[in-house]
């Protein structure tokens, strides 16, 4: 079955130091990239960045960046310099296909905790 | 205009209960999604509005039901909810299928 895996449930990390968020995936249509989104406890689903399958690069967007490895179907984001502020749950995601649409299709999520 | 807007941002409602979800979006997007999100889980699509097409989650019960009045507009109609449909719903928009994905701010539903 086509899925979107992240392993860390939880991560700390501490005020100004840098951390990775894991995400795999594993999907037959890869014409689509991934997606990373932050959810504070307010709950609106913030776009953090983006990264194109096809993408040579990895992607960078001020404090985060992609870790793309095709080969091994992961894109990890890294948070540099972290802030309080950074606290929320982070989603990757991808656009899988149902009939005719595509659904945006979310990993569980892992629940940053910055301290500081 | 680059928001996609919900309202309201709060609602509590007994079970006997009619109310309505409104989401709206002025992209120019053909395509509009309500998730429904309960706590520390991800999202979980419910129903996609694409090309004046409706396509429905099977695992959707009935009280829940979609409208779409035009192409900026999606609302969602809530009749005798079950307390266990207390979540956060969250209304999408994105330009072309699997892009340009927008959420609104979403709706924070409590069934008492």
């Known amino acids: 079955a086509q899925k979107i895996t992240q392993t860390q449930p939880g991560m700390f990390v501490q005020e100004k130091e840098a951390v990775t968020l894991d995400c795999t995936y594993d999907?037959?249509?890869?014409?689509?990239?991934l997606f990373w989104y932050k959810q504070p406890s307010s709950g609106e689903m913030i776009f953090l960045i983006y990264?194109?399958?096809?993408?040579?690069q990895n992607a960078t967007e001020g404090r985060y960046s992609l870790n793309f490895q095709k080969a091994r179907k992961s894109a990890n984001l890294v948070i540099s310099a972290s802030q309080l502020g950074d606290s929320a749950m982070y989603f990757c995601a991808t656009p899988l296909r149902g009939g005719s649409n595509y659904k945006l299709t979310f990993g569980k999520g892992t629940l940053l905790t910055v301290n500081p | 205009d680059t928001e996609v807007t919900q309202t309201p941002k709060h609602l509590v409602m007994g079970m006997t209960n009619k109310k309505s979800l409104k989401c709206e979006q002025h992209?120019?997007?053909?395509?509009m999604y309500w998730y429904k999100q309960k706590a520390k889980k991800p999202p979980e699509l419910m129903f996609v509005?694409?090309?004046?097409?409706?396509?429905i989650n099977e695992s959707v019960p009935s009280r829940f039901s979609p409208e779409c009045p035009n192409s900026s507009l999606l609302n969602l109609h809530l009749h005798a909810l079950q307390p266990e449909d207390s979540a956060l719903y969250l209304c999408a928009s994105s330009r072309q299928g699997a892009y340009g994905y927008t959420f609104g701010s979403g709706t924070r539903l409590t069934v008492v």
């Open positions: 509005y694409s090309y004046e097409k409706l396509s």
């Open positions: 992209m120019g997007h053909r395509a």
């Open positions: 999907t037959s249509d890869q014409s689509y990239g």
């Open positions: 990264q194109g399958s096809y993408d040579e």
